[in-house]
């Protein structure tokens, strides 16, 4: 089982910049997937990012080349730089973790607020 904390989150200015990190908890960090999802108000959760357990990485049309995962095993950390960030990426962003298996389980965390506006 994976506990997963998320942190990061604030108010920022269109163009500007912020860092998320979500800290697991729990044994096998390095074999899990990862990802970052974000919901913004009344629209459904969407995937923003992933990461293998191998550092392959995918991420949302949206964000290409703005937004950047990667994950520290040693540290037991995931994160999500964000650049150039737009209005329309105010959500609250949620970490999550599964076995590479069909039908695992899926662990997220509590969400952090990010918030682009001038």
């Known amino acids: 089982q994976v506990q997963l904390v998320e942190s990061g989150g604030g108010l920022v200015q269109p163009g500007g910049s912020l860092r998320l990190s979500c800290a697991a908890s729990?044994?096998?960090?390095?074999?899990?997937?990862m990802g970052w999802y974000r919901q913004a108000p009344g629209k459904q959760r969407e995937l923003v990012a992933t990461?293998?357990?191998?550092?392959?990485?995918n991420y949302a049309d949206s964000v290409k080349g703005r937004f950047t995962i990667s994950r520290d095993n040693a540290k037991n950390t995931l994160y999500l730089q964000m650049n150039s960030l737009k209005p329309e990426d105010t959500a609250v962003y949620y970490c999550?973790?599964?076995?590479?298996?069909?039908?695992?389980?899926?662990?997220w965390g509590q969400g952090t607020q990010v918030t682009v506006s001038s």
């Open positions: 999550n973790a599964h076995l590479p298996i069909v039908n695992a389980q899926a662990y």
């Open positions: 990461i293998t357990s191998g550092g392959i990485t």
């Open positions: 729990g044994s096998g960090f390095r074999i899990y997937a």
